[in-house]
């Protein structure tokens, strides 16, 4: 089994940063594709942000292009999510998603076969 851990989730004023981090721990997996999610109260969860690994192919939703930074570091097997210029629509729960092999889609939750237990993003306007 592979578990996901997010953090660096808080409270933050309009304008403000924060880092998120996913480290990915148990059975060792190339996790070909890993991703953001969240999920705002009372909405579906949706995109935010991708990278494959290999060639470091990055994917954003248009809602945070220019704003937020995906990396990953796989020597370490983690995850992060830089975000800037946070607005209170960023507000939501946090996923950390993650796949073993990159099928072509990395927008859908369906596509991820592993997810973390999520961290609260909350921006105060």
């Known amino acids: 089994q592979v578990q996901l851990v997010e953090s660096g989730g808080g409270l933050v004023q309009a304008g403000g940063s924060l880092r998120l981090s996913c480290a990915a721990s148990?059975?060792?997996?190339?996790?070909?594709?890993m991703g953001w999610f969240r999920q705002a109260p009372g909405k579906e969860r949706e995109f935010v942000a991708a990278?494959?690994?290999?060639?470091?192919?990055?994917y954003y939703a248009d809602s945070v292009k220019g704003r937020f930074t995906i990396s990953r570091d796989n020597a370490k097997n983690t995850l992060y999510l830089q975000m800037n210029n946070l607005k209170p629509e960023d507000t939501g729960v946090y996923y950390c998603?993650?796949?073993?092999?990159?099928?072509?889609?990395?927008?859908?939750?369906?596509?991820?076969?592993?997810w973390g237990q999520g961290t609260q993003v909350t921006v105060s306007s």
């Open positions: 998603a993650a796949k073993e092999y990159y099928s072509g889609t990395y927008d859908a939750r369906l596509a991820y076969d592993y």
């Open positions: 148990g059975r060792t997996f190339s996790s070909g594709v």
């Open positions: 990278i494959r690994r290999i060639g470091m192919i990055i």
